[in-house]
């Protein structure tokens, strides 16, 4: 099938790209419009890697399809920071050491975000919840609770 044009809202950022109607978004982000920072683990919508914003809320980006999300507001890790400021989420992760290898954690921070935003860190258990789709080969769990929640309170 042929490429089209896709016109997406990335970051704050009208971005074209040329796609073919099977690209997913994880794809369409990290190699065609060099957004590295979205991690690709399963491409299965097992581990969230890929986690991304779209109008606020999180999807597995390897789960959608780019021409799908025309029109909405798409956030990536990269989008999170202001100028040199880091969002207080990346912030609280860095405190808390929130990772190991470090693979997981722009999923981790972008699903910490949403599980914040959506008011799903109110206690551990529902924050833990919330974050159980976003898998952590290092097992750091515990220090990543640690930063949703401090955000959350
Ligand atoms: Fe999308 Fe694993 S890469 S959920």
Request: net charge negative; aromatic share 4%.
């Amino acid at each position: 099938e042929g490429a089209t044009d896709l016109t997406l809202r990335i970051n704050g950022q009208t971005r074209t790209v040329r796609a073919e109607p099977r690209v997913t978004l994880l794809d369409a982000l990290r190699e065609r419009l060099d957004l590295t920072g979205t991690k690709k683990g399963c491409d299965h919508g097992q581990c969230g890697a890929c986690t991304v914003l779209i109008d606020g809320q999180r999807v597995n980006s390897c789960l959608t399809l780019a021409v799908m999300v025309q029109g909405k507001e798409i956030t990536t890790i990269e989008g999170l920071a202001q100028g040199d400021e880091l969002h207080p989420m990346q912030a609280a992760f860095l405190k808390h050491d929130g990772f190991q290898c470090g693979y997981c954690t722009p999923g981790q921070i972008m699903s910490g975000v949403a599980c914040v935003s959506e008011g799903h860190a109110k206690t551990d258990d529902q924050c833990r919840e919330w974050m159980s789709g976003n898998l952590c080969r290092c097992g750091a769990y515990a220090n990543i609770l640690a930063a949703v929640r401090e955000v959350a309170s």
